[in-house]
């Protein structure tokens, strides 16, 4: 549960393909009882098309996209922990503008090859492990001027969470 001295703020859970943005945000938003958004969920169908072909999305795709998760997240009236991986400062910027409010990005760090291992024992998704490059290659870290929070993947999901937790109440 989130302390009474933490803001109610927006959370958008980042990171490349594999490193955990629907485990985490969902142990995330349940243990701050907030409401969790899955962002692939509002992806267009020819983006999920794209990438199930494994083309990856260029930034012409991603805008729209980008842009409907930051109206919705202008217009939730209650606090949101959005799913998104957010990869470039551009895009991050751009969520932070369309919704006009305070966000606190939660980037999930982790190493290729435990990335690459997660992406190949998943199951039902459309992200081909083939994308995890071109992924990486687009990532852009969270610089010191940005709201966020960096954290290891490596641990089991709720020790990550319970770090997130810890360092929002610092």
Known sequence: MASA?????????MGV???????IGELLARRLDYT?????AHHPAENIAKMSAGVPL???????????????LRDSEIPVVLTC????????DLLREVSGKDIVFVYLHGDRELLAERMNHRTGHFMPP??????LASLEVPGEDEHYIRVDIGPPPETVVGKIVAALNR
């Open 130 to 135: 083939s994308l995890l490059e071109s992924q």
């Open 17 to 23: 393909a594999g490193s955990g943005k629907s485990t």
């Open 5 to 13: 001295a933490m803001p109610r703020r927006h959370f958008v859970v």
């Open 85 to 92: 991986s957010a990869l470039k400062r551009k895009y991050r």
């Open 36 to 40: 969790l958004v899955e962002g692939d």
């Open 58 to 72: 260029d930034d012409r795709d991603r805008e729209p996209w980008l842009r409907s998760l930051g109206t919705l």
